[in-house]
């Protein structure tokens, strides 16, 4: 079905609902679990995902849905909704207000809507294909950044870059005007904003990154995997976001050294 206006209400509304229940839970008794790759998982998660879930399953009976915490249903449906219930779980069990919600639509695998939820912070971000982005109801644009040495450019997940490809990082060390190190979702957020230039991530998964792919390019920008292909449901989970194709070129070619 096209998108409509009504996808974007009910995302929004869902929005609200997950940041008042996360609220709820931050800085909290939490209870945290561990998961097999030793990432931890707190009854906040678990309980947002099943809030929303119950919700599109609700308003949206024929569409998939993939979450981080209860994984896919209806995978072979051509519009499915993405969740992460908390992206950040670290940052939310440690207290540290930078962690978000994180909401989906694709169709026929291709990002059609996407929202950034910041529930300490109550920032939330709505790109829609083709229409634009939005932060709480103003409308939000990239900047027109297309030098790499001047721009400012976010390092997530450093640790597994340094990790993982120790060039690269000493690269990305040299590059930019500034720098920051980060995690999750809100530099790309404030990347859609136009307060960032560019950021380099890694090891993200479909519910990370499909997401905020729709708000960047909502606003604008570019985000693709490291090799410049478009993201979807299989891509590696290696992300570039930059605000103009001039400084994703710059990005690319400082990742091939």
């Known amino acids: 079905m096209p998108m409509t206006q009504d996808h974007a209400d009910h995302a929004l509304r869902i929005a609200e609902m997950a940041s008042e229940t996360a609220r709820s839970f931050f800085r909290g008794r939490l209870g945290v679990e561990f998961k097999e790759d030793e990432s931890p998982v707190t ?44 992206d950040g779980t670290r940052s939310f069990l440690s207290g540290h207000p930078l962690f978000g919600f994180l909401l989906g639509y694709l169709q026929a695998g291709v990002p059609q809507l996407g929202v950034i939820g910041m529930p300490a912070l109550a920032e939330t971000f709505l790109g829609l294909a083709g229409q634009g982005a939005w932060l709480n109801g103003a409308q939000i644009r990239v900047s027109g ?29 040299r590059s930019g005007q500034t720098r920051r190190f980060a995690y999750d979702c809100y530099p790309h957020a404030l990347l859609a904003a136009g307060h960032v230039d560019a950021v380099i991530d890694f090891g993200l998964q479909p519910y990370d990154y499909l997401p905020v792919s729709a708000v960047v390019s909502a606003a604008g920008g570019v985000i693709t995997d490291w090799d410049g292909a478009p993201l979807g449901l299989e891509s590696d989970g290696r992300v570039i976001s930059a605000a103009t194709p001039e400084l994703h070129r710059s990005m690319l070619a400082l990742i091939t050294g």
């Open 145 to 173: 950044q297309t030098r790499l040495d001047r721009a400012v450019l976010y390092v997530n997940e450093g640790d597994k870059i340094h990790s993982g490809h120790p060039q690269l990082f000493s690269r990305l060390m």
């Open 43 to 86: 009854q906040a998660d678990r309980a947002i995902e099943a809030q929303v879930r119950a919700y599109l399953q609700q308003h949206f009976p024929n569409h998939g849905i993939l979450g981080e915490e209860h994984g896919f249903d209806g995978g072979d449906r051509e519009d499915v909704w993405i969740i992460d219930p908390i």
